[in-house]
């Protein structure tokens, strides 16, 4: 059983920066996939960044192109999302996933393909 545990989230003012783990423990694999997916107020959940354990390669949204960075350590199972230039729009719950599957870059941005989730971390953007 794999278990998910994301760091605390945060309140910052726009265009600040902030940076989120998720830790996997338990019994994992040395590939698969990780994900970063948020729930803004009133909306459904949607794709952040994903990232390929086994040769590093990313997807992102393009809500957070060129603004978020998802990295991995893969010793330590963990994948970080750091967040530059926030916005009120960025304004969330977010939530880390996992899979086991080392998905084609087409299918990374699928929240249907994850089968263990985070407990969601709440990040607020305002001045």
């Known amino acids: 059983q794999v278990k998910l545990i994301e760091s605390t989230g945060g309140w910052v003012q726009p265009g600040a920066s902030l940076s989120l783990s998720c830790e996997a423990s338990g019994r994992t694999s040395s590939g698969g996939t990780m994900a970063w997916f948020r729930q803004p107020p009133g909306k459904e959940r949607e794709f952040v960044a994903a990232?390929?354990?086994?040769?590093?390669?990313?997807v992102y949204s393009d809500a957070v192109k060129g603004r978020f960075t998802i990295s991995r350590v893969r010793i330590a199972n963990t994948v970080y999302l750091q967040m530059n230039s926030l916005q009120p729009d960025d304004t969330a719950v977010y939530f880390c996933?996992?899979?086991?599957?080392?998905?084609?870059?087409?299918?990374?941005?699928?929240?249907?393909?994850?089968?263990?989730w985070g407990q969601g971390t709440q990040v607020t953007v305002s001045s």
């Open positions: 990232i390929r354990r086994n040769d590093g390669k990313t």
């Open positions: 996933a996992a899979s086991g599957a080392n998905y084609i870059v087409s299918a990374m941005a699928n929240k249907d393909g994850y089968e263990t």
